[in-house]
Nanobody, 125 residues
Framework: QVQLVESGGGLVQAGDSLRLSCAAS????????MGWFRQAPGKEREFVSAIKWGTGYTYYADSVKGRFTISRDNAKNTVYLQMNSLKPEDTAVYYCAAVRSLGVPPRFPNQYDYWGQGTQVTVSS
């Protein structure tokens, strides 16, 4: 099993920045990559970004490209999501997830194996 704990959410104004963290513990060696997802009220959970533990390969949803940066610290088993130039439409609960399958971490939530509890990000206009 792998346990994931997110932190760093909060209430900010449009244009501000936040950095989310996701600390992984347990059988982290069994995972290949990590993803960040978000879910706004009344909406489906959507892909934000993903990263591979080994190569550090990253990719992003078009809606956050150029504003968000995903990174990882393998020694700390921690993944980060630096969010800049936040917009009200970024308001959501942000979740990190871990995937065991090899290859590029997927953008579909049902393909991930482990999930954190989520952290709320609220951006006021």
């Amino acid at each position: 099993q792998v346990q994931l704990v997110e932190s760093g959410g909060g209430l900010v104004q449009a244009g501000d920045s936040l950095r989310l963290s996701c600390a992984a513990s347990g059988r982290t060696f069994s995972t290949n990559g990590m993803g960040w997802f978000r879910q706004a009220p009344g909406k489906e959970r959507e892909f934000v970004s993903a990263i591979k533990w080994g190569t550090g390969y990253t990719y992003y949803a078009d809606s956050v490209k150029g504003r968000f940066t995903i990174s990882r610290d393998n020694a700390k088993n921690t993944v980060y999501l630096q969010m800049n130039s936040l917009k009200p439409e970024d308001t959501a609960v942000y979740y990190c997830a871990a995937v065991r399958s090899l290859g590029v971490p997927p953008r579909f939530p049902n393909q991930y194996d482990y999930w954190g509890q989520g952290t709320q990000v609220t951006v006021s206009s």
